[in-house]
Nanobody
Framework: QVQLVDSGGGLVQPGGSLRLSCVAS????????MGWYRQAPGKQRELVAT???????NYADSVKGRFTISRENAKNTVYLQMNSLKPEDRAVYYC???????????????WGQGTQVSVSS
């Protein structure tokens, strides 16, 4: 069984910062791409940033220059440093990881439970 637990959300003022974390645990053989997605009220879930196992990153245009994704492979953890937060960044943020478990021959996508980020003065 594989589980992703994300954390670090909260309420900040515009211009503030937050750091999200997501830890994968369980019967993990290998972790491939990891990423963060978000879903604002009444909107579809959208990609925020992704990172490959060797550190290549990709960002949504709306967060480029403000957000930074990183990972610690030894800890099965992915982070999202969010700076210069704007009210439009308000959403539930979900981590996702493509994982090959010990009991499978095929990778699957796993999701965290989500963490709320609110930006308001």
């Amino acid at each position: 069984q594989v589980q992703l637990v994300d954390s670090g959300g909260g309420l900040v003022q515009p211009g503030g910062s937050l750091r999200l974390s997501c830890v994968a645990s369980g019967s993990i053989f290998s972790i491939y791409d990891m990423g963060w997605y978000r879903q604002a009220p009444g909107k579809q879930r959208e990609l925020v940033a992704t990172i490959t196992s060797d550190g290549r990153t990709n960002y949504a245009d709306s967060v480029k220059g403000r957000f930074t994704i990183s990972r610690e492979n030894a800890k099965n953890t992915v982070y999202l440093q969010m700076n210069s937060l704007k009210p439009e960044d308000r959403a539930v943020y979900y981590c996702k990881a493509r994982i090959l478990s010990d009991y499978s021959t095929v990778e699957h996508d796993y999701w965290g439970q989500g963490t709320q980020v609110s930006v308001s003065s």
